[in-house]
């Protein structure tokens, strides 16, 4: 593996639908007010900080020694592919570039905005890093729902329309709740090794049977926030729904393990679909 590929792997390409999806939708809510220049710096935090937490973990996780025998997809750190000093480098200039692209964004808008952003990065690096990494105590989602769903969405349709709508915060539901389950399917997958190096996931103080239904229960929830929208155009977002029926089927099944990266893989693809149609239901409307 060259180091070109260790370093796209260490960024975990699977997770970056989280980051685009608020960005789409608000563009499209924000309708002619949208602002192509703007969006594209909101993509540049979104997409920037959610590379950054990924080597933020891995770093975090890697010197903890809690990746050591890990289930999932190689971390850079634990497996010896990239020091831990290069990893933190990594996450630092991940951060580093979402910071001025914020800056950019607060200098056109709010300064407000460079709070939100100071926030969501020590949020970021405070989730496995630290003294006490609340990401160890079950947080996890609580904070994904916050910053890639509702921060993420609202903040983005803001910087483009100087406004902040309940139906902004409306569509941050549905992709808040797919960006918890793609946390909620890896913590799952990690359940068992993550008890016993003292990583207390959702999914490990749920245990397995809850957190599974956990993760159901966040793709119905983001089917019926769609619909709250009231434009008759939301109901595109059905057209995802036999792949929810799908994954919500695969979850509840006895699938450990490595067997659930497809499932990891699918519900990523499940944000791109769904938001996708969300996007384009709201831009009809």
Known sequence: ???????????????????????????????????????????????????????????????????????????????????????KSAALLSFLVAAIAGLILALQTSWLLIIVGAVAIAAAWAYTGGKKPYGYSGYGEISV???????????????????????????SIPIGCIACAILAVNNIRDRAKDSLVGKHTLAVRMGDHQSRNFYTALLVIAHIAALLTLTPWALLTLAVFPLTLNLSKSIRGDVQGLALIPVLVKTGQLQLGFSALLATALWLS
């Open 1 to 87: 593996m060259n180091s070109i590929s260790i370093w796209i792997q260490g960024a975990r390409p699977r997770t970056l639908p989280a980051a685009l999806a608020p960005v789409l939708v608000a563009t499209a809510l924000a309708g002619k007010h949208a602002n192509a220049q703007c969006a594209l710096l909101a993509l540049i935090v979104s997409l920037s900080l959610q590379i950054g937490v990924n080597f933020a973990n891995d770093y975090s996780d890697g010197v903890r020694g809690t990746d050591a025998d890990r289930v999932g997809p190689t971390r850079l750190v634990g497996s010896g592919l990239a020091t831990a000093t290069a990893v």
């Open 145 to 171: 729902f916050i910053f890639f769903g509702i921060v993420a969405t609202v903040g983005s349709f803001y910087v483009q329309t100087k406004t902040i709508t309940l139906e902004s915060f409306i569509v």
